[in-house]
């Protein structure tokens, strides 16, 4: 469990909330709670009720859709910061630069700042993209669970190994993986927990960035996911 507030049951029931994601049986929110099954069962059901935890068709429990109502209508920092940091992040590489968080099996981009003249890579901020292609994918499932994970190789254009690799190195690099013709060099964001949260990315034209892009911007990828990792 993180934080107590000395509130015996809402400290719980937040244990329960945590335990729940990125999804688990009764067995795991036991576990993972250090809850007695009773009273693990009895708080998921009440956090059911209000809409903070749901159960899928195997009766395995996760977030519910109000927790994400409620973080939609509270500040995001991370946000509110991301265009200054992108923006800088764009002229030090003279690249395209994106912000991304996974929903569900797709990433979608947060924030953007577009390199303003020439080729370019441009993905509007809401856009929606697969979460089993591009550097930015491979961040954001590196550091996930197997269980997450496992399910989605099949259909991704890298393998288990290939995510292995990013988290020794700390960045991901994609050439022509998510579209024909485009590089991207990205790296994860982390929360203060050191759980990865988003992906900064830079992307643009294989003829500029090369075969290798990492070479020319994981240095500048990881600054500016360090600076975004420093508030989020």
Request: aromatic share 2%; with cysteine.
């Amino acid at each position: 469990m993180g934080q107590r507030s000395g509130v015996g049951v809402l400290d719980k029931a937040v244990s329960i909330l945590e335990s729940a994601a990125p999804g688990a049986s009764l067995a795991e929110l036991v576990e993972r709670s250090g809850l007695p099954r009773a009273t693990a069962h009895r708080l998921a059901q009440a956090l059911e009720v209000h809409g903070l935890l749901s159960r899928d068709g195997d009766g395995r429990w996760h977030p519910g859709q109000r927790l994400g109502e409620f973080a939609s209508s509270a500040p995001d920092p991370l946000l509110r910061l991301a265009q200054s940091v992108l923006t800088a992040l764009r002229d030090a590489t003279g690249e395209s630069a994106q912000l991304y968080r996974r929903r569900g099996d797709h990433r979608v981009c947060v924030a953007a700042s577009e390199r303003s003249i020439g080729l370019r890579d441009t993905v509007p901020v809401g856009a929606a993209l697969s979460i089993v292609a591009g550097s930015g994918a491979q961040v954001l499932l590196a550091w996930d669970s197997p269980a997450e994970v496992l399910p989605l190789l099949p259909r991704a254009r890298f393998s288990a190994r290939t995510l292995v690799e990013v988290r020794r190195r700390g960045w991901a690099q994609s050439v022509g993986e998510r579209e024909p013709g485009v590089a991207s060099v990205s790296a994860p964001v982390r929360d203060r927990l050191g759980r990865v949260i988003a992906a900064v990315c830079v992307s643009g034209p294989i003829d500029r960035l090369t075969r290798s892009p990492g070479r020319l911007h994981a240095a500048a990828v990881i600054g500016a996911a360090r600076k975004l990792s420093d508030i989020a």
